[in-house]
């Protein structure tokens, strides 16, 4: 069995460094994929609506009414919005 590896403070201070690094590089992605990014995951959260309801109710006892009035119309009210 493989040990498992941990995110401490040193690694998520390397993880940084290099996030940071690769934006003033100015190798990010341009706005155009940034926009499809997100009309994607709006279009996957309209058309996986039931399924997303299920496993916020299955993760983390959200009540079905809840996650359909709240949480998956305030992500897609948010990704129009951006």
Known sequence: MAAKVG?????????VKEL???????????????VSQLNSLLKLATDREAEIVVALNSDLSKPEFESLIYE????CSLINYL
Not at 7 to 15: I, K, P, R, T, V
Not at 20 to 34: D, L
């Open 72 to 75: 998956v119309p305030q992500t």
């Open 20 to 34: 940071r690094g690769t934006f003033a590089s100015s190798k990010t992605r341009s706005y155009q994929w940034r």
């Open 7 to 15: 995110f401490d403070g040193e690694a998520a201070s390397a993880l």
